[in-house]
């Protein structure tokens, strides 16, 4: 009879912590999923453009110049639709929220709307074919090697949850056309532009090795695995900081180095790391994300203090963030350690909670500040990122 006392106390104690545990933090994929999917729909709802399968830049939409083009190319938007990076963002979102519930509202939404406005952007009048930053039948514009790859990613993302060959395939092509962008020039590495090459940046380096790391599980072809690592190394060697191991942003041909530090470069050499040491079980590859790590979240995390009693992510770019975390997320793969994806959950979830705008869409460049400014315009590319954050979010399995 005391036996049987003790264990009825002991279960009730189980069923009271694991109800604790669930009240710090409510059923964690079910809340983030749940975020992610009316994130897209007021994305949806805000940002389609009347023409079919594609979106606006911004909502409210503007007439102001876009600024991430190389030389200012092409800046004047008139009542255009978004260009192709903001675009790309989308296909990134629904992948991650088709992984997360398995849902296939969103293989179909990929069929239906993203992949055909995406391939609005599709360029096939120049050698070898890819994506131009805007519609192609608008003439020629600038072809990106960053552009492409994300959507490369995207692509093996989409094969990797389905199997079909048709995505397998896809990240190929863009692989090809990367090559064409890769030289012996500074040692090594591949350009930013194709049509201005004038600097190699990490954000056209890193997240190519990563690509290739995962051409290279995809399809076991040796020539993705030496590419990959290659690619890693090169970056490593021209555009690491020795002081602090991030990463600086780009190495001109004459030279001289943009030290600007970006979430999204050093978090992408983040995850080559852990994808070669998941590939090759080279230590060498640990050693690099345990400091890569520790780096990233000492310059590009806060707090706590007065103002916010808990470790946050600092404000800017939500995309960038948001590559980041796809950093992070694979080096938990290979060390297990939680604290640094710990700050993003805690981080989001006070982000959602203290978002005033009454569309539930997300401000630029903000995150636990969460300011509205009226008439602000709001970027398609940072709802994109919050949407897969939310999602990647609610998948993670921490112990």
Known sequence: MENHRLFIEAVLLLLILGYTSCSHRPCLHEKFVGNAEMLLDSTLKYYKAET?????????????????????????????????WPTSGL???????????????????????????????????????????????AGHSDRYYDDNIWLGIDFLESYELTGKQNYLDK??????????????VLGGGIYWCEQKKKSKNVCSNAPASVLALKLYRATRNE????????????TKNILQDTDDYLYYDNIRLDGTIDKTKYAYNS???????????????????TDAVEKLSKACSDYFFEGPDERFPFRRIKNGNVWFVSI?????????????????????????????EHNTNGN????????????SENGQHKWLLTQAALIEMYARLSSLKIK
């Not at 020539?223 to 090169?234: C, E, F, R, T």
């Not at 080559?272 to 090759?280: H, N, P, R």
């Not at 539930?360 to 300011?371: G, H, P, T």
Request: charged residues 25%; proline residues 4%.
């Open 324 to 352: 980041m975390l796809r950093g992070f997320e694979e080096a938990y793969a290979v060390n297990k350690d939680p604290q640094y994806l710990e700050i993003f959950i805690e981080t989001l979830d006070y982000m959602w």
């Open 91 to 137: 296909f990134s979102a629904v992948n991650a929220l088709w992984s997360a519930t398995g849902n296939q509202r969103y293989e179909a939404m990929l069929d239906e709307l993203i992949l055909p406005g995406l391939q609005c952007y599709y360029d096939t009048t120049r050698i070898p074919p890819c994506y131009q930053s805007y519609l192609a039948n």
């Open 171 to 184: 990240a190929e092509q863009i692989w090809e056309f990367l090559e064409s962008g890769r030289d012996s």
């Open 52 to 84: 079919a399968c594609l979106f606006n830049e911004t909502y409210p939409k503007n007439n102001e110049k876009v600024t991430y083009l190389a030389d200012d190319a092409d800046t004047i938007r008139g009542d255009k639709v978004a260009y192709l």
């Open 360 to 371: 539930r869409l997300f401000e630029d460049n903000s995150f636990v500040e969460c300011r």
């Open 223 to 234: 020539i993705y695995l030496k590419a990959g690592k290659d690619l890693y190394h090169w």
């Open 267 to 285: 978090g992408q050499m983040l995850q080559a790391a852990a994808l070669l040491y998941q590939l090759t079980g080279e230590p060498q590859y």
